[in-house]
T-cell receptor, first 115, second 111 residues
Framework: GAVVSQHPSWVICKSGTSVKIECRSLDFQATTMFWYRQFPKQSLMLMATSNEGSKATYEQGVEKDKFLINHASLTLSTLTVTSAHPEDSSFYIC???????????FGDGTRLSIL | DAKTTQPPSMDCAEGRAANLPCNHSTISGNEYVYWYRQIHSQGPQYIIHGLKNNETNEMASLIITEDRKSSTLILPHATLRDTAVYYCIVRAWGSNYQLIWGAGTKLIIKP
């Protein structure tokens, strides 16, 4: 149980385009999901906390107009990287709590490469 | 959330027990110790968590000292597939608080 699915796993696109990443909790409902970014050989850095039915809470330094988060249902959160540039190339990972007293479970990540 | 300190890297022979230490000397009474691991190019995988008692599941054992200032994750029979970065994190229970990720320990299992 407690499976989080992330799609796509790998995307390559041209500079200036927008990219949407989906994060789904397959066998549980998640009122809160988290979006992380990880650069090579570095640890995970939290970008934002996504709450179902309300606005996401962004960490300091993360542009909310560039990284659009939508959490329209209890099983789906999306991260859209708008007008992506090469510096946005990174490994993006989502996670979700499977219950009020359960650990976070993670998707397998999306490797984004902007040319 | 309390900070944790882990060695940057460790080696272990395949088939032997891998013991990964973690210091969390500023842990609060309501904070649990969580362990995750991240295999290269994958999302983190939850391993185990505990408050003050030792815990065991199908993946590992967690030994927490009586003063709760440190803990050890034990992989009883390490395999090559256990090569990963292991993260020790402390966090209050029953919350949606973020996990604070340190640098972790790069565990390399050698044949």
């Amino acid at each position: 149980g407690a499976v989080v699915s992330q799609h796509p796993s790998w995307v390559i696109c041209k500079s200036g385009t927008s990219v949407k990443i989906e994060c789904r909790s397959l066998d549980f409902q998640a009122t809160t999901m988290f979006w992380y970014r990880q650069f090579p050989k570095q640890s995970l850095m939290l970008m934002a906390t996504s709450n179902e039915g309300s606005k996401a809470t962004y960490e300091q330094g993360v542009e909310k107009d560039k990284f659009l988060i939508n959490h329209a249902s209890l099983t789906l959160s999306t991260l859209t990287v708008t007008s992506a540039h090469p510096e946005d190339s990174s490994f993006y990972i989502c996670s979700a709590n499977s219950g009020p007293n359960q650990p976070q479970h993670f998707g397998d990540g999306t490797r984004l490469s902007i040319l | 959330d309390a900070k944790t300190t882990q060695p940057p890297s460790m080696d272990c022979a395949e088939g032997r027990a891998a013991n990964l230490p973690c210091n969390h000397s500023t842990i609060s009474g309501n904070e649990y110790v969580y362990w995750y691991r991240q295999i290269h190019s994958q999302g983190p995988q939850y391993i185990i968590h505990g408050l003050k008692n030792n815990e065991t599941n199908e993946m590992a054992s967690l030994i927490i000292t009586e003063d709760r200032k440190s803990s050890t994750l034990i992989l009883p029979h390490a395999t090559l597939r256990d090569t990963a970065v292991y993260y020790c994190i402390v966090r209050a229970w029953g919350s949606n608080y973020q996990l604070i990720w340190g640098a972790g320990t790069k565990l390399i299992i050698k044949p």
